[in-house]
């Protein structure tokens, strides 16, 4: 491995040469079963004909103009998401941080253009992830993300979700600009808010003139087998990034917003070069189709329905191995008592492709949303051969 890389990744020891729906192959040859689908963005699996020739047919007419230029797969694109969503304004980015930087800044110039510069806080929870960013970081609930990076930006504190006293408390203050939380956390270790607390907090932020944005960078675009996560809670956000999926892998991200929530993004005060490029546009076209299709989002409910049942099976043939299973739909996390990067080793002798999730030793599974039940049964029986192996260490 080249040492001219940052060392900033836990890397596998694992060279991909190519995938073909939920399954990569090895340059050594070996055949893995995946349920990282790219951290969650490959939803419609590896080299999906309908991407792929998306792509080709795009990159043979034009890859980038800019933004300084209509853009037709844009305004496209944009059309469909708020004809599916509470949003009637897209800006489009080529990753989740810079959705979620999109959507912090579109909150802070709601209030600003609102003649209410002073409401600057905004407010994360623990546990939450938004990405690499300063922004991003500076929102999130986890203390590990900025550490070495500070002093944090002002502006930004962090709620305790359970501590209702203290969120109330800071949704009511004059300066507060916005909450912002995932409604189903994947890097904390698929972790659901409670539906009525997503209920709840956009009760109290109504009442205090607070906007909510969601970050549904993991958890949309179909993993929950709605289209939005937060459509399980009846309720909707003002402001949400999005990203993985919205591309099948390719990189594009997009932050949404109500017509009310966009007020102050106005000529000049945000912008990107390569944001919504006709490439990326022509791909996110195509998986969208594909992802918005109700038998998508029909598999999902009906193939998460299965995993969750067999896993919960293995948890109480293994109670020595699995703690706890939760997520929703394909953001399926499982607690763990061996090492989770230790566990996720062992599984990948047995072929199979996991990735880790939380502070509290978890595994996740992000199998692409097309993912049949063969191979969910397949998932299955290689995870239960791992635990039996993790057993056997212990
Ligand atoms: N928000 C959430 C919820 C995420 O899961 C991620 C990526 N894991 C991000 C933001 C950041 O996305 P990106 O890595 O594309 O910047």
């Known amino acids: 491995m080249s040492s001219?890389?940052?060392?900033?990744?836990?890397?596998?020891?694992?060279a991909v040469d190519h995938g073909k729906g939920p399954r990569l192959y090895a340059t050594d040859g070996t055949v893995y079963l995946d349920c990282v689908s790219g951290i969650s963005t490959n939803a419609l699996g590896h080299a999906h004909p309908r991407l792929v020739q998306a792509v080709k047919d795009q990159a043979e007419?034009?890859?980038?103009?800019?933004?300084?230029?209509?853009?037709?797969?844009?305004?496209?694109?944009?059309?469909?998401?708020?004809?599916?969503?509470?949003?009637?304004?897209?800006?489009?980015?080529?990753?989740?941080?810079?959705?979620?930087?999109?959507?912090?800044?579109?909150?802070?110039?709601?209030?600003?253009?609102?003649?209410q510069p002073e409401r600057i806080e905004i407010y994360g929870f623990d546990g939450s992830f938004h990405g690499r960013t300063y922004g991003a970081i500076n929102a999130a609930g986890n203390p590990n993300y900025v550490e070495g990076f500070g002093p944090r930006l002002p502006g930004y504190s962090q709620l305790t979700f359970g501590d209702h006293d203290a969120i109330k408390a800071a949704i009511a203050r004059p300066d507060t600009a916005a909450i912002i939380l995932e409604p189903v956390q994947g890097e904390g270790g698929a972790r659901s808010v409670p539906e009525v607390c997503l209920r709840g907090l956009r009760e109290l932020c109504d009442e205090h003139?607070?906007?909510?944005?969601?970050?549904?960078?993991?958890?949309?675009?179909?993993?929950?087998?709605?289209?939005?996560?937060?459509?399980?809670?009846?309720?909707a956000p003002d402001i949400m990034a999005i990203a993985k999926a919205l591309g099948g892998g390719f990189p594009v991200g997009a932050c949404l917003a109500s017509d009310k929530a966009a007020k102050g993004m106005t000529v000049g005060v945000h912008g990107s070069t390569f944001g919504g490029n006709p490439l990326a546009m022509a791909v996110g076209l195509a998986a969208y189709d594909e992802i918005t299709k109700p038998e998508t989002l029909e598999n999902v409910r009906e193939i998460a329905g299965y995993l969750k049942q067999q896993l919960a099976g293995l948890q109480e043939r293994?109670?020595?191995?699995?703690?706890?299973?939760?997520?929703?739909?394909?953001?399926?996390?499982?607690?763990?008592?061996?090492?989770?990067?230790e566990f996720m080793g062992w599984a990948r002798d047995e072929n199979q492709l996991l990735v880790a999730g939380g502070g509290d030793n978890c595994v996740r599974m992000l199998p692409p949303l097309n993912f049949t039940r063969e191979d969910a049964a397949d998932v299955i029986e290689r995870f239960e051969r791992t635990c039996e192996f993790a057993r056997g260490k212990m």
């Open 209 to 235: 003139g607070v906007l909510i944005i969601f970050d549904e960078v993991q958890c949309g675009m179909g993993r929950t087998g709605k289209l939005w996560a937060h459509e399980w809670a009846g309720m």
């Open 4 to 14: 001219h890389l940052m060392g900033v990744y836990n890397r596998a020891p694992l």
């Open 61 to 115: 007419k034009l890859w980038h103009v800019s933004n300084i230029f209509q853009i037709p797969g844009q305004e496209e694109l944009a059309d469909r998401l708020c004809a599916d969503s509470f949003a009637d304004a897209v800006f489009f980015t080529n990753s989740g941080s810079e959705a979620v930087e999109c959507a912090l800044k579109t909150a802070r110039k709601y209030h600003h253009a609102n003649g």
């Open 318 to 341: 293994f109670p020595d191995v699995i703690e706890d299973v939760r997520g929703k739909g394909l953001l399926i996390g499982v607690k763990l008592k061996p090492n989770n990067r």
